[in-house]
């Protein structure tokens, strides 16, 4: 089992910058994939941002150029800068871990981009 517990949303201004943190419990963070999923009112839950255990990244082309992921193996964290936001960039995000054919998601953090 892996609990991840979200953390870093809140209100922005348009271009302006957020990072959000995803901490993770158990010691099977460091074999697991993680990713930033979000999903806006009224809309289908996307994947962001995702990254391997060995560290190698993809972005959607939505956020690709604003966004970086990562991944802190000795907290057990993930992270995700997010940066010259837009209002189509307000959602819930949530944090997913995937490990050996399991999926577990964080209870998801609200961004939201407004001036």
């Known amino acids: 089992q892996v609990q991840l517990v979200e953390s870093g949303g809140g209100l922005v201004q348009p271009g302006g910058s957020l990072r959000l943190s995803c901490a993770a419990s158990?010691?099977?963070?460091?074999?697991?994939?993680m990713g930033w999923y979000r999903q806006a009112p009224g809309k289908q839950r996307e994947l962001g941002a995702g990254?391997?255990?060995?560290?190698?990244?993809n972005y959607a082309d939505s956020v690709k150029g604003r966004a970086t992921i990562s991944r802190d193996n000795a907290k057990n964290t993930v992270y995700l800068q997010m940066n010259s936001l837009k209002p189509e960039d307000t959602a819930v995000y949530y944090c997913?871990?995937?490990?050996?054919?399991?999926?577990?998601w964080g209870q998801g953090t609200q961004v939201t981009v407004s001036s």
């Open positions: 997913n871990a995937a490990l050996a054919s399991q999926a577990f």
């Open positions: 158990g010691s099977a963070f460091s074999f697991s994939a």
């Open positions: 990254i391997t255990p060995g560290g190698s990244t």
